[in-house]
């Protein structure tokens, strides 16, 4: 099928060449000229595992192309997936200008059928809004071609996003009950057959129920972490240790046993913004969404909570005290650093004076750019960028673990004591068993893992 992708952004990008990848012929489109360059030139813009091998191997056999050209784009595909970046506005709401503009510019340029596939997060009500700016663009050129919209919402993780398009659990498809949805569920339901051999995994649905369905499930599962975030907190201060209850309460099906790690907080590209946006959409409807703003309230506490470790073991006065940091994306296999919960972290270590080393497998490039925009320059003077984990931890008082990278999981304990001042380690993901850390002759302190200082 000929397909074209608009915004070659992590959904845009892992949508097309994975849908090259399953013999499609896919047109991908961008504003960015240097980011076309980039993956015309064999290179990637994103750390995403497995991507860039599917990309070249697709680019050689000339099912997928990179162009600015909109014209040409528009003319490529009978599907136009819109998958441009929704950024939060000011007030917290979705800002829909890309969305709106690519719908403008399929309607300037389109003339045959075609179904336009919001894959963009984007709120309930947008699929109408595309609808009546392509509408719009037709009209005022006198043109009478067809098309419909359907929503398609994306649910894949970063880190293993390839992994997570090519097996998906669910595909959510909505579409309108009309002559011309019903033409885009057999186009629809063409493309996704590869996925469906073994066992139906689409789910058909209205538009806005589509749309929706996005939101509530990022919302849920912002919901599980903010709430086990809470109860960390409350096990650290009665001697309970939350990695038990985890399992205790996981056992059972109907809660079963995924996103319930209390950790540092969420971060991301999505969760914060996705619960934002839906309490956002309530409002507009006069409704007030009182367990997503303690959700969103709970998390901007739990970014905190490894400073608060820090100072409670070392003082609000951080002036001489040095602190090694491993981990900086907002979690393993990404450089992503948006909503990082690192960033908090270290904003509050260097405001009170200390210095920080810091290491991260792959986000350092990354995290070099948006501290800088974070932090004023003499706070980032204060920060020592290192090569290795290992190196990192010269002379510093604790080591604090941000992210669970695998390469974090089995350091050399003795070196670790070895180098670091004292052997203090802040846990934020909960890596390692207290019990063992103990007998190894650490102070260590988890989230919600305090049982041991209670005997
Ligand atoms: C998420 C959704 O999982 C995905 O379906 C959606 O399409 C986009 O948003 P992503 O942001 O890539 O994906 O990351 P995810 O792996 O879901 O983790 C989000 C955040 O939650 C991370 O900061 C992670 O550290 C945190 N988390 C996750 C926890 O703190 N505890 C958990 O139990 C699980």
């Known amino acids: 099928m000929k397909i074209t992708i608009i915004g070659t952004g992590y959904v845009g990008l892992v949508t097309g060449a994975c849908l090259a990848e399953l013999g499609n012929d896919v047109f991908c489109l961008d504003v960015d000229q240097r980011k076309i360059d980039l993956l015309n030139n064999g290179g990637i813009p994103i750390h995403e595992p497995g991507l860039e091998e599917i990309v070249r ?30 950024p939060p506005d000011e007030d917290g709401s979705a800002d829909l200008q890309y969305v709106l503009a690519a719908a403008r510019n399929i309607g300037k340029y389109m003339d045959g059928f075609k179904v336009i596939v919001d894959k963009s997060t984007v709120p309930v009500g947008t699929g109408d809004r595309v609808s009546a700016a392509i509408a719009e663009e037709l009209a005022s050129r006198g043109s009478n071609a067809e ?50 051999r073994n066992h139906e995994r689409t789910y058909w649905m ?48 109907r809660i079963g046993h995924s996103f319930l790690y209390a950790g540092a907080g969420y971060g991301g590209s999505c969760f914060p ?61 990404t450089d992503d650093m948006r909503e990082a919960p690192s960033r908090v972290l270290l904003k509050d270590l260097l405001t009170r004076g200390a210095t920080v080393s810091v290491y991260d497998p792959v986000a350092m490039p990354e995290a070099q750019r948006v501290l800088k925009l974070d932090l004023p320059a003499v706070l980032v003077e204060r920060i020592q960028f290192m090569d290795g984990q290992m190196d990192a931890l010269n002379e510093a008082d604790a080591l604090v673990i941000v992210t669970e990278w695998k390469t974090f999981r089995s350091p050399d304990f003795d070196r670790i004591k070895a180098v670091l001042k004292a052997p203090v380690i802040f846990d934020g993901r909960n890596l390692f068993e207290p019990e063992v850390m103990a007998e190894n002759g650490f102070e260590y302190h988890g989230i919600g893992r305090s049982v041991l200082t209670r005997k």
């Open 57 to 86: 191997r697709n680019r050689a056999a000339g099912r997928i192309q990179f162009s600015t050209d909109v014209e040409a784009s528009v003319k490529h595909g009978t599907l136009q997936f819109i998958a441009v970046g929704t």
């Open 147 to 196: 098309f419909t919209v359907v929503s398609n919402p994306e649910f894949l993780k970063e880190g293993a996003a390839v992994e997570d398009f090519m097996r998906p659990d669910r595909i959510v498809i909505g579409l309108d009950d009309t002559a011309n949805g019903s033409r885009a569920h057999d186009l629809m339901k063409k493309l996704y057959a590869p996925f469906n």
């Open 273 to 333: 913004k996705d619960v934002q946006a839906l309490e956002r959409t309530a409002r507009q409807y006069q409704q007030d969404l009182l367990i997503l703003r303690a959700v969103e309230k709970v998390n901007d506490n739990q970014k905190r909570v490894l400073s608060r470790k820090v100072i409670s073991r070392f003082g609000e006065d951080l002036t001489g005290r040095h602190f090694a940091v491993w981990g900086l994306a907002f979690k393993p296999n």
């Open 206 to 253: 209205d538009v806005r129920s589509a749309e929706f369905t996005k939101y509530a499930a990022n919302a849920m599962l912002a919901t599980r972490i903010s709430f086990m975030n809470e109860l960390a907190n409350l096990a650290d201060k009665v001697g309970v240790d939350i990695e038990a209850v985890r399992h205790g309460i996981g056992s059972d099906p």
